[in-house]
């Protein structure tokens, strides 16, 4: 089993959808979880980090099922510049500080008029 | 917010040429800094973890004698891809982090070895 699993995608939207993403990964002592947003032939950026309660920013809202070892975002109201894809990433050094990060394969989000 | 630069973002060279990659941490000290690579369509894969002032830590099937890695200062750390092949071409992203747990990338260097 991979370390941390996508959804494949890619998802293609209109304008003002709302859309899920998945993520499930396979260590239980995984202690840190992030969604980043690449866009095509750039860099990682974070979009938000995951909490276990739940954590919301704007469009934007981030769930943490610890038991099901899963993950998901959800965004409303999408926007054309939403499109990109979205990385499921998990701290890979369990139980330290450091910055390891362990990241899915993405799942590409095209948002169209 | 915290800033990595990484430089330089575009290398197109000969195969055999070595190519060396900068990647500075701007406005924090780093002692740790990670080194990425990801090929078309793939998830980032970590290479190796930098340490300032100590021999880097190697993923498994990476050559540590392949693509060498320098952290001389808490700012500063360099990958060589050392007698790069047409498959090393690939997407190298440094990363670190004030925290640890937050990383913030580097723009990414694509290398393209003819």
Known sequence: ?113 | GAVVSQHPSRVICKSGTSVKIECRSLDFQATTMFWYRQFPKQSLMLMATSNEGSKATYEQGVEKDKFLINHASLTLSTLTVTSAHPEDSSFYICSAGPRGNIQYFGAGTRLSVL
Not at chain 1, 22 to 36: K, V
């Open chain 1, 1 to 113: 089993r991979k370390e941390v699993e996508q959804d494949p995608g890619p998802f293609n939207v209109p304008e003002g959808a709302t859309v899920a993403f998945n993520c499930t990964y396979s260590n239980s002592a995984s202690q840190s979880f992030f969604w980043y947003r690449q866009d095509c032939r750039k860099e990682p950026k974070l979009l938000m980090s995951v909490y276990s309660s739940g954590n919301e920013d704007g469009r934007f809202t981030a769930q943490l099922n610890r038991a099901s070892q899963y993950i998901s975002l959800l965004i409303r109201d999408s926007k054309l510049s939403d499109s990109a894809t979205y990385l499921c990433v998990v701290n890979g050094n369990y139980g330290g500080s450091q910055g390891n990060l362990i990241f899915g394969k993405g799942t590409k989000l095209s948002v169209k008029p």
